[in-house]
C-alpha cells in the first residue's frame, strides 16, 4: 500500500525499472520469483493529463445570444489559459473585467491575462459600471435656468413688439 505525494496520481503498474522502461507487472498479475532479489517500481500516472476542465464566463446580470447567461470554455489540465474578451450585454452598464467572485472581491482578470487550468472548472463573473446617465439639467439646476432664461426673453420680445406698435 502505497501513495503518492500528490493526490492527482494513481497507481498503474509495477516496473523492474524506475523510468517505467523494464518489465511492467500490472496489479494482480504473478511472476515466478528469480533466486535473487527482484526490485519493483511503482509507476505512476497523472489521472488529470489530458483531461479537459473548463473556465465559465458568467454575465452576472449579462447576457449573450439574447438569453445566455453562461459560456463554458474547455481547457486542458494544466494548460495556459487566456481570459477571453467580453461577449455579453448589460442595458446601462460598461464591462469592466472578469473577477473570481461575483462582487468583484477575488481575483480579477482582463481579457489577455493567463492561468493555469488547475484539476476544476474556474468561474469567472463579467464586473460592470453603470454608465453614466445623460445629463437632463437638472441635476445642477441649469434646466430650470434655462427656462427661466427662456421665459425672460419671450416677455422682453413681447415688450418690445408693444413698445414698437404705431398710434393712430
Do not use: C, H
Not at 472578469?98 to 493567463?114: I, M, Q
Amino acid at each position: 500500500s502505497f501513495a503518492p505525494s500528490e493526490e492527482k496520481y494513481v497507481f498503474v503498474s509495477w516496473n523492474t525499472k524506475a523510468d517505467g522502461t523494464g518489465k511492467e507487472f500490472k496489479p494482480g498479475q504473478t511472476f515466478t520469483m528469480p533466486a535473487e532479489d527482484v526490485v519493483l517500481y511503482a509507476q505512476w500516472k497523472n489521472k488529470y493529463a489530458g483531461v479537459e476542465f473548463g473556465v465559465i464566463y458568467d454575465g452576472n446580470g449579462g447576457k449573450y445570444d439574447t438569453d445566455k447567461t453562461e459560456k463554458r470554455v474547455g481547457a486542458l489540465y494544466e494548460s495556459t489559459v487566456e481570459i477571453e474578451k467580453n461577449f455579453f450585454d448589460r442595458s446601462g452598464y460598461n464591462f469592466v473585467s472578469w473577477n473570481t467572485e461575483p462582487d468583484g472581491s477575488g481575483k480579477t482578470y482582463v481579457p489577455g491575462d493567463t492561468f493555469v487550468m488547475g484539476s476544476k472548472d474556474v468561474r469567472v463573473y463579467a464586473q460592470w459600471q453603470k454608465k453614466d446617465a445623460p445629463k437632463t439639467g437638472v441635476e445642477d439646476g441649469s434646466f430650470v435656468w434655462m427656462i427661466g432664461l427662456a421665459v425672460a426673453m419671450s416677455a422682453a420680445a413681447v415688450l418690445v413688439i408693444v413698445g414698437k406698435k404705431k398710434r393712430a
